[in-house]
């Protein structure tokens, strides 16, 4: 009896461990491009670190919340070539991370972030190099989106060109009152290349979008709720009084999605990806596979153990 148990335990554990690399194996090919498509990681990478200042810094919390902050202050958090390598490595944390559940991108002092550095821009105008860095972000930001972290930009301040991109990799964004979000990629006579206009267009869809990148148009929190493109709008805390820090109102907003264990939450984020980004009948298999995860798993066999009632 306490054999066949036992058996259907190691049963179970190897299947799931069937499905843990199956799911692997999918997370690693997060990535857009790889070799087949031209791309050298490592010949960009050496590029974009010749162009430093500025840092992602990373927070790991014993919350499950983690707090990504963009930190280059003296060019209002414009994104250097290192600062791109440090985002890629700071995703590499993330999708390594069992305990983590959330995720918070914000900007340091008091803004969010304003797109790449100019200075690198100018450096690597010609073609060839523009499309290795718009490969090499595509790549991190594809990777940030598809954590099986609930994440959320907290945008105070402005979030311009590509860190108005950047807002769009998060599954939410929450306004500070008074901050903009701008996609000013037609005034540099450019179009989004880090993912930006494909991910706005799902979000607010295609008529909006265009609306948004064909008039450079200003998003202030009251024209992103009403698009669909804002979750939610924060108070800012400097100006009213009373008001919590921006980034404690934006750990309470996140924690009613992240309370839980850490397994289901991030099953949780994994459902909705693959339903947002799979064909159907892919997206019921992968429902299936992540469904068997969690079916008689700890948390499952405690809820049904304390015969919770849904009131
Ligand atoms: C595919 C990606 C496409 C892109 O992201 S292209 C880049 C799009 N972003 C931009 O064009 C932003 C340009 N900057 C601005 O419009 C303004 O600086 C901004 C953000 C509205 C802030 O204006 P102000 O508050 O008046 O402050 P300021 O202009 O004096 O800026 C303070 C210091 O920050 C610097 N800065 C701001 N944005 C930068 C950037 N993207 N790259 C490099 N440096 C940047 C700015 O040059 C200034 O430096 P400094 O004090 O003059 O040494």
Request: aromatic share 4%; proline share 3%; glycine share 10%.
């Amino acid at each position: 009896m306490v054999l066949c148990a036992l058996r259907q335990q190691v049963l179970r554990c190897s299947s799931h461990c069937r499905t843990w690399a199956r799911l692997l194996q999918r997370q690693r090919s997060s990535c857009v491009y790889s070799s087949i498509h031209g791309f050298n990681q490592d010949e960009i990478r050496e590029k974009l670190q010749a162009f430093h200042g500025g840092s992602i810094d990373l927070l790991k919390q014993d919350s499950g919340i983690a707090v990504l902050t963009i930190n280059n202050p003296s060019r209002m958090n414009a994104f250097s070539g290192s600062m791109m390598i440090d985002l890629e490595e700071r995703v590499s944390q993330l999708e390594n991370w069992p305990e983590g559940k959330g995720l918070i991108v914000q900007g340091a002092a008091e803004t969010f972030c304003s797109g790449s550095d100019l200075n690198a821009v100018r450096a690597i105008s010609n073609q060839q190099d523009g499309m290795k860095m718009c490969m090499f972000m595509q790549n991190a930001l594809t990777r940030l989106l598809r954590l099986p972290l609930i994440s959320v930009a907290l945008v105070e301040g402005r979030a311009l060109g590509g860190g108005a991109e950047l807002t769009t990799a998060c599954d939410f964004r929450l306004m500070e009152a008074g901050s903009v979000i701008q996609f000013v990629h037609k005034h540099m006579g450019l179009v989004p290349g880090w993912g930006g206009a494909a991910r706005l267009v799902h979000l607010v869809g295609s008529q909006n979008a265009l609306k948004l990148l064909g008039g450079a148009v200003k998003v202030d929190p009251e024209l992103g709720v009403n698009i669909g493109l804002v979750d939610g709008v924060l108070e800012g805390h400097q100006k009213t009084e009373g008001a919590a820090p921006l980034l404690q109102q934006a750990e309470n907003w996140l924690s009613r999605y992240t309370k839980g264990p850490a397994p289901v939450i991030q099953a949780v984020k994994k459902v909705v990806l693959s339903g947002r980004e799979l064909p159907l009948s892919e997206a019921l298999r992968t429902e299936k596979d992540i469904f068997g995860m969690v079916w008689g798993a700890p948390a499952n066999l405690e809820a049904l153990a304390s015969k919770s009632k849904h009131k």
